[in-house]
């Protein structure tokens, strides 16, 4: 088995999946305890690494509190590689600048501690509702874009009230992908 991939994300209410329309074949509809917003994707760095990037974001939020943000969700939009996307996202309709900017605060202070580099590309605040399979052909994955296009997340809103270091669920993945390690709360 691989080695278990970290990153820091905002945990959100993810029930809205729920009420979703089924996805089709091929897209994998994540778990409401899955859904969150990412901070910083750290891969398979190693519980080590993964932990002196949690003592660094506690150094950071003690020197310059974070406070909560309110969001709201916005269009569903493909997420990596372009000819075969890997994941089904929301944008953030309301808040998408001071939550950009958290972002932009504090992915580095973590991705340097753990991996002892910074990320080169813009922040982009959005959260993953649904995966394609590694399997998926084109077709399945055209599908999946259709049923992203058709979702209207406009009414779902949440507060990001607290960051949360994440790696793989244990045990059986069918269900659950992520576990919590540990969480840190924002300031209200």
């Known amino acids: 088995m691989p080695r278990p991939n970290f990153f820091f994300a905002f945990p959100i209410s993810g029930r809205f999946v729920e009420s979703l329309p089924a996805p089709p074949p091929f897209i994998r509809l994540f778990h409401p305890e899955d859904v969150h917003l990412t901070l910083s994707f750290l891969g398979g760095c190693g519980q080590a690494a993964a932990e002196r990037a949690l003592a660094a974001l506690d150094d950071a939020l003690t020197q310059k509190p974070a406070s909560c943000i309110d969001v709201s969700l916005g269009p569903v939009v493909p997420m990596g590689p372009a000819r075969a996307y890997s994941a089904l996202s929301a944008l953030l309709e309301r808040g998408r600048e001071p939550t950009t900017q958290l972002i932009a605060s504090l992915r580095d ?51 990001l009230e607290r960051i949360a270091l994440y790696t793989w669920s244990e045990g059986n993945r069918r269900d659950r992908l992520f576990r919590i390690v540990a969480e840190r709360l924002l300031a209200r």
């Not at 991996?115 to 813009?122: A, I, T, W």
């Not at 209207?152 to 507060?159: D, N, R, Y």
């Open 109 to 159: 202070v973590v991705s340097e501690a753990a991996l002892g580099r910074r990320e080169q590309r813009p922040p982009k605040p959005h959260v993953t509702i649904a995966r394609p399979r590694t399997n998926a052909t084109k077709a399945a994955r055209d599908a999946g874009l259709a049923w992203a296009a058709q979702l209207e997340l406009l009414g779902v809103s949440t507060t």
